[in-house]
């Protein structure tokens, strides 16, 4: 499959890892409480991308890698944003352990051309 390549200079683009250990048994509530922020945040126009996974191994562990076009706006302005309360409110009861977050400066990405349309 042909591939497409994205040079990022230092343009303040900026990318976060978050990891999260939900508590046992509490998963299918923290992924109901981040759905509907994640369907929100595509809609915010300094958003450029956000992919969820979850371990293999540990199906209480997820990881979260977004990417935002300034630091200082997402700290200001998203982060605040009334759709995100609920969540971040929840999080001290559903977590095991505090969130880790990771801050990092986008250099290249490289991804798959869909030319099938879709």
């Known amino acids: 499959m042909p591939t497409s390549t994205v040079t990022r200079p230092d343009d303040g683009t900026v990318a976060f890892t ?14 109901d409480l981040l759905t509907p922020v994640l369907d929100a945040m595509r809609h915010e126009p300094g958003f450029i ?3 969820l996974h979850r ?3 540990d199906p209480t ?5 977004e990417t935002w076009a300034d630091l200082d706006e997402l700290v200001r302005v998203q982060i605040p944003r009334a759709y995100r309360q609920a969540y971040i409110a929840a999080l001290p009861d559903l977590l095991r352990q505090e969130r880790g977050v990771t ?16």
């Open 61 to 65: 562990l997820f990881m979260l890698y």
């Open 18 to 31: 978050v990891t999260l250990h939900a508590k046992p048994g509490r998963e299918a509530e923290f992924l």
């Open 55 to 57: 371990s293999p191994d």
């Open 49 to 51: 991308n956000a992919v």
């Open 103 to 118: 801050l990092w400066q986008p250099m290249r990405g490289d991804f798959a051309i869909d030319r099938s349309g879709g």
